[in-house]
């Protein structure tokens, strides 16, 4: 176990056997497999390891301190295998597997869903294919494009979910906020100095949520922190276009160029601010 990084999520599985023969099939590797303790760590090369185990089994010496039991309904977010997914889609469906052609975000991103055999939603995603100077635009419009989504509503319609168990709209704004606060340090030291060490820990945007209170509080100071961060980062990386490509080395989690967190970040934003829409749309509110 020593030479396994530790995991950050957690999956609860039936049947181990099956599990493991179908994360290989994905390509995967397997870098530990142990069926008396019921366990198995899943390397998806392109991300971070995840730990399987049966029902009841104590898995934490397997795990980060930080880690997430992934529950039913949500996903665990993947990057594109080999960084390319049709290639991905097009190796699975020689294998015989029925995979589904994979579905363009409105921000110009490739998403595929797929299902493990104990119903666990796996989401591979692959970014937008944009040149820096649209990079920056895109991840700078996010403070417009969120006053315009949020215009008309009221006190009360900013507590409106699109679903039962979903996020509020003013609870989206919040975890926007939070996601782009909690990552500025490390575009920073990408940008900085790159190639060094960095001890990140993830944060659990479910707590976060909770216990800050996301669902109270009012959102301008929110919005004012994402204009800030987003046109200060903007302004580095216009002065600096070259330290774009720099990158730490992370304690957790595949190492990420500045670009890379930069457009993850403009990629997140829009995929909220189109479920604060989907919203108005389910309330009739435009």
């Not at 530990?32 to 899943?42: L, N, Q, S």
């Not at 997430?68 to 015989?96: D, I, S």
Request: contains cysteine; hydrophobic residues 40%; glycine residues 8%.
């Amino acid at each position: 176990m020593s030479s396994v990084r530790p995991s950050l999520a957690l999956l609860r599985v039936q049947d181990l056997d099956r599990s493991v023969r179908f994360y290989r099939q994905l390509g995967f590797r397997i870098c530990t497999y142990d069926p008396e303790a019921g366990v198995a760590v899943v390397d998806p090369v392109d991300g971070h390891p995840f730990t399987l185990a049966l029902p009841g089994v104590d898995a934490t010496p397997w795990l980060h301190e930080v880690f997430e039991e992934l529950a039913e309904g949500r996903q665990l977010y993947l990057g594109a295998p080999g960084g390319n997914l049709e290639a991905f889609v097009h190796r699975l469906r020689h294998q015989g597997l029925p995979v589904p052609p994979p579905e363009q975000a409105p921000d110009g991103s490739l998403v595929l869903g797929l299902q493990d055999p104990d119903g666990h939603r796996l989401s591979f995603w692959q970014g937008p294919e944009w040149t820096d100077e649209e990079l920056l635009v895109i991840y700078t419009s996010a403070p417009d494009r969120l006053s315009q989504a949020l215009a008309g509503l009221t006190g009360d319609q900013l507590d409106l979910a699109r679903a039962p168990g979903k996020w509020t709209i003013r609870q989206i704004v919040h975890h926007i906020a939070d996601s782009d606060a909690s990552s500025l340090i490390r575009i920073l030291m990408c940008l900085a100095e790159p190639g060094r060490p960095y001890q990140n820990n993830p944060y659990d945007q479910d707590i976060w949520v909770e216990r800050l209170d996301h669902a109270h509080r009012p959102i301008e100071p929110s919005l004012a922190l994402i204009a800030s961060i987003r046109h200060h980062v903007a302004a580095l990386v216009r002065h600096r276009p070259e330290a774009l490509d720099g990158a730490v080395e992370p304690a957790l989690g595949a190492p990420m160029t500045a670009r890379e967190l930069i457009a993850m970040l403009a990629s997140h934003a829009l995929h909220h601010i189109a479920q604060i829409a989907e919203t108005r749309r389910v309330h009739g509110l435009g």
